[in-house]
């Protein structure tokens, strides 16, 4: 038998899905091996509420495909594990020298057991004690504490073999890529909308960007940061569309006809009417906004109504009830921060108003933008967009 290192990655959400479950192990199997194809050659397959990957020759990078398949979402932990046979001996063997490092820095230990082989002749508790005494003989130094223990040897009895492994990490949770339906995500190249990008992501659902540009009040690098954003969420959503549209034309003319109060509203306005072409051509069934609620003036409840009336499909705001530290903190642990914050303009900051309405009515915010050929501009800049795939 190869007794070589493997992973395995338990499932979350995905086994509460009763008569559909097999359609999401399925879609999960199919994103954990795109992912990890690029770190070597892996089996891949499912059994028992676990995602078994196993290398197929030694040249794998076990450390790469360790940390691909923590960022793949509906897996809820990764565990490095080594398989063996299903005896006492053979378990207490592979303990013995795949977790001999732990062994020599810990002070005490304990062995936890599952028996997914419920045909196995002995429970998971005499298997514990089993192995633990054999063990305590082994590293006699290394005292045994069943409360409190340095270090927990996890063994795993399953249909074909035993598993040993260490504890287990985090992995991404949530629901696989491609469940949850098809969106169309407006990506700035602030701290906000990758976030809320990554939250819809994490539900299952599969992502297209839309990216407003407004050259020359915005530059090459404002482009090139968010198409950096965008790679960055492909090592969790895998690899995307972003449709660049330009925006100058439409900027312009608001700024010419339109008051001043309303420039921000009437240019949200116009990119969910060109963000929602997008999405409909693409086939996606709704779209996705950083705006948290009351974080700037665009973000009223109010404006929120105004922006949302010439949308005919959902809105999507997962960030809507999030402070600033909430978002700031979840931009540093998915990776997007340190790119967000570079000092580049996007199109939303170049005709800021001094004064914006924060309580706008509907009707003469509708009023404000009769001034405009608005299906013009949407059509001239629908007929500008270029798009960009971007992989991981």
């Known amino acids: 038998m190869n007794n070589s290192e493997m992973l395995l990655l338990k499932l979350g959400e995905v086994v509460l899905k009763g008569q559909n479950r097999r359609s999401f192990e ?12 690029k770190c070597g050659s892996f089996q891949v397959y499912v059994r028992q509420s676990t995602i078994y990957a196993e290398p ?19 897996v809820v932990s990764v565990a490095r594990a080594v398989p063996c046979e299903k005896t006492v001996p053979a378990i ?32 998971s508790i005499q298997v514990s004690q089993a192995v633990g005494g054999d063990l305590a003989e082994l590293f006699p130094h290394v005292a ?26 985090p ?72 449709h660049i549209v330009p925006f100058t034309e ?3 003319e608001i700024r010419r006809k339109c008051p001043e109060e309303y420039f921000t ?23 996705i906004t950083g705006e948290s609620l009351g974080q700037v003036a665009s973000q009223t409840m109010m404006a929120l109504a105004a922006t949302d009336d010439v949308a005919s499909m959902p809105v999507l705001r997962p960030l ?19 790119t967000s914050i570079l000092p580049y303009e996007d199109c939303c900051t170049v005709f800021t108003p001094r004064h914006p309405a924060t309580r706008p009515n509907l009707e003469e915010v509708r009023k404000a933008e009769a001034a405009l050929d608005v299906d013009g501009l949407v059509s001239k800049a629908l007929e500008g967009e270029s798009w960009i795939r971007v992989k991981p």
């Open 320 to 338: 809507i009830g999030m402070d600033k530290v909430d978002i700031i903190r979840m931009a540093r642990e998915i990776g997007t921060y340190e």
């Open 26 to 37: 399925d879609r999960l199997v199919t994103n954990v091996r795109r992912r990890l194809k």
């Open 92 to 123: 207490v063997e592979t303990a013995r020298t795949y977790l001999e490092e732990a062994f020599a820095q810990a002070k005490s230990f304990k062995v936890e057991s599952k028996r997914a082989d419920k045909n196995y002749p002995m429970n």
């Open 171 to 242: 992995g991404a949770g949530g629901l696989p890529v491609g469940m949850g339906g098809h969106a169309v995500s407006l990506l700035s190249g602030g701290l906000d909308s990758p976030v809320s990008s990554w939250m819809m992501a994490r539900r299952g659902v599969e992502l297209e960007m839309v990216h407003f540009v407004s050259p020359p009040y915005t530059s090459q690098q404002a482009q090139d940061k968010v198409l950096e954003l965008a790679q960055l969420l492909t090592a969790w959503c895998g690899r995307m569309l972003v």
């Open 144 to 169: 045994v504490d069943v409360h409190n223990p340095e270090l927990t040897v996890y063994v795993e009895i399953r249909e074909k073999h035993a598993y040993v492994h260490a504890p287990a990490v």
């Open 265 to 287: 509203l009437i240019m949200r306005r116009f990119m969910m009417r060109l963000a929602e072409a997008v999405a409909k051509r693409a086939g996606a069934k709704a779209l």
């Open 56 to 74: 197929v020759n030694g040249s794998c990078d076990m450390e790469s495909a360790w940390q691909a398949a923590r960022q793949v979402f509906g």
């Open 250 to 252: 439409i900027q312009e």
